[in-house]
């Protein structure tokens, strides 16, 4: 079965950065695209970034685009987020999330998404 694991989060400064990795399993090739999303305390999971599987397009939520980079490494089987200029209104659990179709991780959620990581803890501080 497609397995997700999160790896890289933790209590950063503002304006420093972190690199999330997203260990993926169960699959191949491009049959899954994945994506991040996270999720505050008190609000709605929401997507991040993504990419997708067949020709590397990657996505980005207004919010970040800018400041985070996705992208993937296919030999290792992982995507990585890169999140420069951390404000601390990035603080959220990340998820590592992957689907057959791009469009869910594009504008997804919980309900939709086929599967999830257990996330990771993101603290920026001021």
């Known amino acids: 079965e497609v397995q997700l694991v999160e790896s890289g989060g933790g209590l950063v400064q503002a304006g420093g950065s972190l690199r999330l990795s997203c260990a993926a399993s169960g699959f191949t090739g491009d049959e899954y695209n994945i994506g991040w999303f996270r999720q505050a305390p008190g609000k709605e999971r929401e997507g991040v970034a993504c990419i997708s599987s067949t020709d590397g397009r990657t996505y980005y939520a207004a919010s970040v685009k800018g400041r985070f980079t996705i992208s993937s490494d296919n030999a290792k089987n992982t995507v990585y987020l890169e999140m420069n200029s951390l404000k601390p209104e990035d603080t959220a659990v990340y998820y590592c999330?992957?689907?057959?179709?791009?469009?869910?991780?594009?504008?997804?959620?919980?309900?939709?998404?086929?599967?999830w990581g257990q996330g990771t803890q993101v603290t920026v501080s001021s």
């Open positions: 999330a992957a689907d057959r179709n791009l469009l869910w991780l594009i504008g997804g959620s919980k309900e939709t998404v086929d599967y």
